[in-house]
């Protein structure tokens, strides 16, 4: 039997021991209705108001009074190190390109991506490739996600942003929902980048 989950409870807001967890990519922790597979093999089907995106140590509550805990899947990432100047000089150029980044005192975290590595160390990096999890910063203002621009691969980064447009509107990328958006600008209206994450293990 397949347990649902309507319910988020971020870190710190419930107690354990949780019953099973979930690994997720930093892609997969932005959903809102997905089914994944636990750890114990078990099937358990989100089904949120609302897309949110989640970060290890939060959990879903199930129906019968569970939590299923949320952690963070080992990825590929290139690391960047440089001295301090150099490096707050590289995170200007990677946040011009709107990149997500996980950065930490004396090193710089994204994902794998040959043209902006090769940027990087062109401009002093020292880039290693690693695997580990991903937490990249996230908006402005704390809320919503960067996403990348597409360098001839998908990224599947979601984002929620307002675009200046003259019809005046907000755009949502990203959202992992089996729902429509409700709008659709057709080919002619391309930002030029790659959205939103997606799931083999979505429901159809």
């Known amino acids: 039997m397949t347990a649902i989950a309507h319910v988020l409870r971020r870190a710190g807001s419930w107690q354990g021991p949780a019953s099973d967890h979930v690994v997720l990519s930093y892609a997969d922790r932005l959903l809102r209705r997905r089914r994944l597979y636990c750890a114990s093999g ?12 989640v970060v290890a140590g939060d ?13 963070a899947a080992d990825e590929p990432l290139a690391e960047i190190h440089a001295d301090g100047a150099t490096l707050v000089r590289l995170a200007w150029h990677i946040g011009n390109r709107h990149t997500p980044a996980e950065i930490t005192p004396g090193r710089i ?18 880039v290693a490739h690693v695997s580990a ?3 990249p910063e996230g908006g402005a203002y704390g809320t919503g996600r960067v996403m990348g621009h597409d360098h001839g ?5 979601g984002h929620l942003h307002g675009h200046g447009h003259s019809h005046g509107h907000d755009h949502t990328h990203g959202l992992a929902d089996d729902h429509s958006l409700g709008h659709d600008h057709g080919p002619a209206h391309d930002h030029g980048h790659g959205t939103g994450p997606d799931s083999a293990h979505r429901d159809a």
């Open 59 to 71: 959990a879903f509550e199930t129906g019968a009074g569970g939590f299923v805990e949320i952690a």
């Open 109 to 126: 975290r994204i994902a794998r991506d040959h043209v902006i590595e090769d940027m990087l160390a062109r401009l002093g990096a020292s």
């Open 42 to 53: 078990a099937a358990l089907l989100v089904d949120l108001a609302e897309t949110l995106g």
């Open 133 to 135: 999890p991903f937490s």
């Open 153 to 157: 691969h998908s990224h599947t980064y």
